[in-house]
């Protein structure tokens, strides 16, 4: 009686054992990849990080006092009298003494915020987010083991969003690095990081698209994936099937805070480069041309006598710049900068800011229709500070004591009107340039006896010139030089 029933359960078993070991035979030849030696061999170097950003906020002593406007003009004219004279009544004060210093309580607060990195050296180098350490106070780098270890920041990179920091360890677990120059959509990747604190979460998925980019980031060609990505993963290692980092976890698309199907790393060539410079410099370096520039749709590229639309079009040349200095023209589509195809208009900053200070770039563009061949020197990238100074300084030119706007002449204006140095007049306003008979198209070349190079010099000049009293200013008109008196305070 027993017999049967065992030749029954041995010959289910034989069919489940058949059926799971096809079914694992199946999930390899259908190229479902296991990540569980991927995970045991470099989940150690990646690292939560921690920071604590220390706010000092100015309080009353009485807190909010009822029934006053919080809002609005006078709010804080309102706020700041009942907020004194309550202090003045509770600590007996007369209305003669100065409790400015006094009637405000100093209090802190912190703000705390989590992301990921991974460890790129044994003696403790970092790599994360620039956003994730963005104005912290304090940085902790919290490793598998446990170990709470305080960070410094060695460099940071708002532009390409990357931070370099350094622990102080030895004989640390570290990842491999990989190249993102040969990335396939379609490929698996594997994300390790801390989202909403959950250390060492892992999550999967493929290669969406690769060279996105995104609104107000101009130096980051994205790898885009499906791979969960949350609020704590920034900064944390994106690997291939290798093992290797082939992108470092940035951004994710979302309208709810959560993923939603679309995240975005920092390609892993574009994060050494800047890692190196950090490293060495504490600061990243980019190159600059100096130019605002748009797509070329269907339509513009038949404008522009292009059989297939292509290219960045130029929509303005700064002043001073390297497009200016190179012969660059508003309405130039810019089609290969050194030895990169621009396709789109997304490809040229990421061109230019790889792109050597100092070193001579060959730019082809299309002007009119025809092919142009032009040799760019590449300046280094301003800081924001300074772009927004320049910005200031051409304002100022509109608005200077002659009422004249000026620019700088690029070298083939200069060569065309043989002339060494000088501005072009952009535009003249009723003032005293105008009454001296400055026009629209004229080259200032000396004011007041001083060579004019550049707007800024210019502006200095202007300024130092006396009141009430004539100089002289000599301009070319027409390719011809002339000297005109100008007086200003008329």
């Known amino acids: 009686m027993l017999m049967p029933v065992f030749k029954k359960v041995t010959a289910i078993a034989g069919f489940f054992l058949i059926t799971l070991m096809s079914f694992n035979v199946s999930a390899q030849l259908s190229g479902l990849p296991d990540f569980t030696h991927l995970v045991e061999e470099y989940s150690d170097a990646v690292v939560n990080i921690s920071t604590t950003q220390k706010i000092t906020k100015r309080n009353s002593p009485h807190g909010q006092i009822p029934g006053l406007p919080q809002d609005g003009p006078f709010g804080d004219l309102f706020r700041h009298f009942f907020e004194q004279q309550n202090y003045k009544k509770n600590n007996n004060l007369k209305d003669n003494e100065d409790s400015s210093a006094k009637h405000f309580i100093q209090s802190r607060e912190t703000n705390d915020s989590l992301g990921s990195g991974f460890i790129i050296d044994s003696d403790g180098y970092v790599v994360t987010n620039h956003h994730v350490i963005k104005n912290a106070d304090e940085i902790v780098v919290r490793l598998k083991d446990r170990r709470e270890l305080k960070a410094k920041v060695v460099g940071s990179d708002a532009r390409s969003d990357i931070a370099l920091l350094k622990i102080e360890a030895d004989n640390l677990p570290v990842v491999k690095i990989g190249t993102s120059s040969n990335l396939k959509v379609g490929s698996w990747v594997m994300a390790i990081g801390s989202p909403f604190g959950f250390d060492h979460s892992v999550s999967v998925g493929v290669i969406s698209a690769i060279g996105r980019t995104l609104p107000s980031e101009s130096y980051v060609p994205f790898i885009q994936t499906d791979v969960a990505i949350n609020p704590g993963n920034s900064g944390g290692p994106l690997f291939n099937l290798k093992g290797e980092v082939i992108g470092i976890n940035s951004q994710i698309y979302s309208r709810t805070g959560g993923f939603m199907g679309l995240s975005f790393a920092i390609p892993v060539d574009v994060a050494k480069d800047i890692v190196d410079q950090l490293k060495s410099n504490g600061q990243a370096k980019w190159g600059w041309l100096g130019v605002l520039i748009q797509d070329v749709n269907k339509e513009l590229a038949e404008s522009f006598g292009m059989k297939t639309p292509m290219g960045a079009v130029v929509l303005r040349v700064m002043d001073e710049t390297p497009a200016k200095n190179a012969g ?14 621009i396709n789109r208009s997304s490809d040229l900053p990421l061109a230019v800011g790889q792109s050597p200070i100092g070193s001579n770039v060959k730019v082809r563009i299309i002007r009119d229709g025809k092919q142009k061949r032009l040799t760019v020197k590449i300046a280094e990238l301003p800081t924001e500070d300074e772009l927004a100074e320049n910005n200031a300084t051409k304002k100022e030119t509109k608005s200077n004591r002659l009422n004249i706007e000026v620019t700088p002449m690029t070298s083939e204006q200069r060569k065309r009107a043989n002339v060494d140095n000088g501005l072009l007049v952009q ?50 008109r027409g390719g011809s030089p002339r000297f005109l008196p100008l007086k200003l305070g008329e």
Not at 330 to 341: C, P
């Open 427 to 476: 535009s003249v306003d009723e003032g005293p340039a105008e009454k001296a008979g400055i026009r629209r198209g004229d080259i200032l070349l000396k004011l007041n006896g001083q060579d004019l190079k550049n707007t800024k010099q210019f502006l200095d000049v202007v300024k130092s010139l006396p009141e009430g009293k004539w100089v002289r200013i000599l301009i070319q």
């Open 328 to 341: 660059i023209e508003v309405g130039d589509v810019i089609t290969h900068f050194g030895n990169k195809t």
